[in-house]
């Protein structure tokens, strides 16, 4: 199951469709998932719960905590600053909408036991982002 809260407005067509599509995600990369929740909220609130439970005092878009034990079914809590997203598109030149999905997918992609620590990681996990957008965008 799939959820979306708000703490701040967030412009999110189709719900619905985006919501299977994660699931879709999940069974495309062999994991089985049990719940997801996916908070959107500010800059402010990221970065007190990145100094709160990971000792980091910077901003970041995405927060992804697993709350499963290893071996059986994702459940997890994702954070995303909507406020970083929207910065993100406009230095990158991208559509809020098509970043505010690469960070949704990304979070999945944590999930799924991708990293982004190294160089080629990072380049694996837009790999797999970039693959996930044109599937659901086309």
């Known amino acids: ?22 699931l879709t995600i ?3 990369e062999k994991k089985k998932v049990s719940g997801i929740n996916y908070i959107f909220c500010t800059d ?3 970065l007190e719960i990145n100094r709160q439970f990971l000792q980091h005092d910077y901003y970041t878009d995405i927060i992804t905590f697993e709350l499963s034990v290893p071996g059986t079914p994702v459940e997890a809590e994702v954070y995303i600053s909507v406020d970083r ?9 991208a559509p809020y909408y098509k970043e505010l999905h690469r960070i949704i997918f990304h979070g999945v992609l944590h999930l799924c036991g991708y990293k982004d620590k190294t160089a ?19």
Request: hydrophobic share 35%; no cysteine.
């Open 120 to 138: 080629a990681q990072e380049q694996e996990m837009r790999r797999r982002e970039d693959y996930y957008l044109n599937l659901y965008f086309n």
């Open 26 to 28: 999940f069974k495309k």
């Open 44 to 46: 402010k609130r990221v």
């Open 1 to 22: 199951m799939v959820n979306f809260f708000y703490e701040t407005p967030v412009s999110l067509r189709q719900r619905e469709q985006l919501k299977s599509f994660i």
């Open 85 to 93: 997203v929207k910065d993100n598109a406009r230095q990158v030149g």
